[in-house]
């Protein structure tokens, strides 16, 4: 079945320091794929997403790239604040699945 | 864009008594709506999917008769503890997806209910 492998956490940084977290997958035919970001005591608010190969994920200033060849969709942000200090989820909607499978989570800290 | 309304936020009650939980999709018509429970500094595990207008489907493991979803309209799926536990204390959160919406689309998330059973 379909499944994401995320960069285990938790992450600490300094704020402007360059963040990346690792994401790859394992799915059948060709699934969208999806970051999340979670705040303390909050849901999940949708930060960007890649619908095909190649295609390129942005928000906020994060980027990710959808990359068939290595089944991976890294998160990347160049200069982070404390203000991104969160939870992230990679997460994966399979061609045909209707349902969402995440990645287990990476905390992110960054400090002033 | 699209907005789904849960509540409540936090919930305190006693063992042994029921907790209803609503998930309204504010701006659009959910066809499809998930619920997911969540441990602390873990992910999210999916509880159960619910169908207007249809029985929901439970995940493995998962009691149906424990946790009741109910998605009577478009816009509304409610989950209901039944008999809870301080084991059923956790973050549970809702999810819609809209009608007409294909594979790249993601699902709007609500912003979850903290379920505290004392």
């Known amino acids: 079945g379909d499944s994401v492998t995320q960069m285990e956490g938790p992450v600490t940084l300094s704020e402007e320091a360059f963040l990346t977290i690792n994401c790859t997958y394992t799915a059948t035919g060709y699934p969208s794929l999806f970051w999340y970001v979670q705040y303390p005591g909050e849901g999940l608010q949708l930060l960007l997403k890649a619908t095909k190969a190649d295609d390129k994920g942005s928000n906020k200033g994060f980027e990710a790239t959808y990359r068939k060849e290595t089944t991976s969709f890294h998160l990347e942000k160049g200069s982070v604040q404390v203000s991104d200090s969160a939870v992230y989820f990679c997460?994966?909607?399979?061609?045909?699945?209707?349902?969402?499978?995440f990645g287990a989570g990476t905390t992110v800290t960054v400090r002033a | 864009g699209a907005v789904v309304s849960q509540h409540p936020s936090r919930v305190i009650c006693k063992s042994g008594t029921s907790v209803k939980i609503e998930c309204r999709s504010l701006?659009?018509?959910?066809?499809?709506m998930f619920w997911y429970r969540q441990f602390p500094k873990q992910s999210l595990m999916l509880m159960a999917t619910?169908?207007?207008?249809?029985?929901?489907?439970?995940e493995q493991g998962v009691e149906k008769d424990k946790f009741l979803i109910n998605h009577a309209s478009l816009t509304l799926s409610t989950l209901t503890v039944t008999s809870a536990h301080p084991e059923d204390s956790s973050f549970y959160i809702c999810?819609?997806?809209?009608?007409?919406?294909?594979?790249?689309?993601?699902?709007?998330f609500g912003s979850g209910t903290r379920l505290t059973v004392v």
């Open positions: 999810s819609a997806a809209a009608a007409g919406h294909g594979t790249n689309y993601g699902y709007t």
């Open positions: 701006d659009f018509q959910a066809t499809t």
């Open positions: 997460a994966l909607r399979g061609g045909n699945d209707y349902k969402l499978s």
């Open positions: 619910s169908n207007e207008g249809s029985k929901a489907t439970y």
